[in-house]
């Protein structure tokens, strides 16, 4: 099984400023099947980012992804107040799915 | 537009069987080209991936919790469904459906999530 971790746990930071989250496999992601989702408090997670640079429909292009193997990034370019909730990556492997525990951002 | 819809009981006691049931609207189950999976989030903590089945009923599920689950589909009613059996107060999580995306490695669209609580 392949373990996600995320860092940092909380990143504390403005609006308008930049966003990079970082999540990091124990093992080598395939075909970068790594994904981004984003979670406010009492709603479901929301997909940002796919094939580990693609956003989905409707993302803005505020959120960028990039990376391969084991090493995966998220950008938020200029922190919108909307912007302010729970990252989580994601990767797909040998038909399973793990999620990293999360990254905070919230208002510094 | 998909929309996901979890329904089932909000309380289940401990031993017992845990039941729940998407319901899938603005698409069909049975067009093929997408597999429904199950994920559940305990209070506070992060994803857990359940399980996934394609229209065909043909299932694959987290090794972690193979023995306990089984994940069923309803093409006529456009509905797949969760039975996790033995529960505990472990098992007491926000539980969401979801369709994983057409690359096969993403989840796209997701139900709102239903809260259950395994307590006698």
């Known amino acids: 099984e392949i373990v996600l971790t995320q860092s940092p746990g909380t990143l504390s930071l403005s609006p308008g400023e930049r966003a990079t989250l970082s999540c990091r496999a124990s093992?080598?992601?395939?075909?970068?099947?790594l994904a981004w989702y984003q979670q406010k408090p009492g709603q479901a997670p929301r997909l940002l980012i796919y094939g580990a640079s693609s956003r989905a429909t409707g993302i803005p292009d505020r959120f960028s992804g990039s990376g391969s193997g084991t090493d995966f990034t998220l950008t938020i370019s200029r922190l919108e107040p909307e912007d302010f909730a729970v990252y989580y990556c994601q990767q797909y492997g040998s038909s399973l799915f793990t999620f990293g525990p999360g990254t905070k951002v919230d208002i510094k | 537009q998909v929309q996901l819809q979890e329904s089932g009981p909000g309380l289940v006691k401990p031993s017992q069987t845990l039941s729940l049931t998407c319901t899938v609207s603005g698409g069909f189950i049975s067009s093929g080209g997408y597999y429904w999976s199950w994920i559940r989030q305990h209070p506070g903590k992060g994803l857990e991936w359940i399980g996934y089945i394609y229209y065909t009923g043909s299932a694959y599920y987290n090794p972690s919790l193979k023995s306990r689950v089984t994940i069923s589909v309803d093409t006529s009613k456009n509905q797949f469904s969760l039975r996790l059996s033995s529960v505990t107060a472990a098992d007491t999580a926000v539980y969401y459906c979801?369709?994983?995306?057409?690359?096969?490695?993403?989840?796209?669209?997701w139900g709102q999530g239903t809260l259950v609580t395994v307590s006698s």
């Open positions: 093992q080598t992601v395939s075909r970068s099947y």
């Open positions: 979801a369709r994983v995306g057409d690359s096969y490695d993403h989840f796209d669209y």
